[in-house]
């Protein structure tokens, strides 16, 4: 009866490092497939949740796969982080194994969100205007330049979505130094573009968080290899 404990315990031990070793190898997989059809920077932090992984390789489909990119430079607007994650995703294990550079993986689903650094919202505001998080807005002040003399403004910032990213509009611009201005909005408004995520994600929303602007999005049916 010892003896056949001990066996069953190194018999769970040994299924538990070869499923640790098989997940790592999978996981690998996964970043170095999504690297090179999104011609990504450094290869992403995949991890693929749900235990035992190898009740998942044997079906195929992983439920849910997490995937962190970091920081990333987008169409020249840098990302301070970016992160998603996969549902559904079909990677036969068997494949994976003997022919990798033709299996077909694919996510059914891709949730994911990136942030725009307050940083970044600095650098694309137009020139003598600041961006600072206030709550779950953004506020703007500085002085904006009319007829050659400055006059100093300030303002709430409302966010929205367009076609290809986002665009901030001011709102209640006060003006000081009693120098009317016609539509002084204009010398404020800018728009940021958001184009071109990985794994193809639309953009399907914005919010402010302390960091800066947290856009989200969303896939359906995406492809993983090269």
Known sequence: MRKLAAFLVLLLVLLAVL???AVTGVQ?????RATAKYDLATPPEVTILGIPFLTQAVAGRYDEVKVAAGAMNL???ELSSVDFTLYGVTAPLEDLMLHADQVDIRAQRVAGVVVVSLKTLNQRAPRGIKVAVDGDGLDVT???TVLGRKVPAKAKMKIELIEDGVRFVPEQVTLGGGIPVPQPERFISYRIPIKNLPFNLKVTGVKIVPQGLQVSGEASDVPLHG
């Open 19 to 21: 499923d640790r070793v």
């Open 75 to 77: 169409a020249g607007v």
């Open 28 to 32: 690998r997989e996964i970043a170095t």
């Open 142 to 144: 500085g002085e904006i």
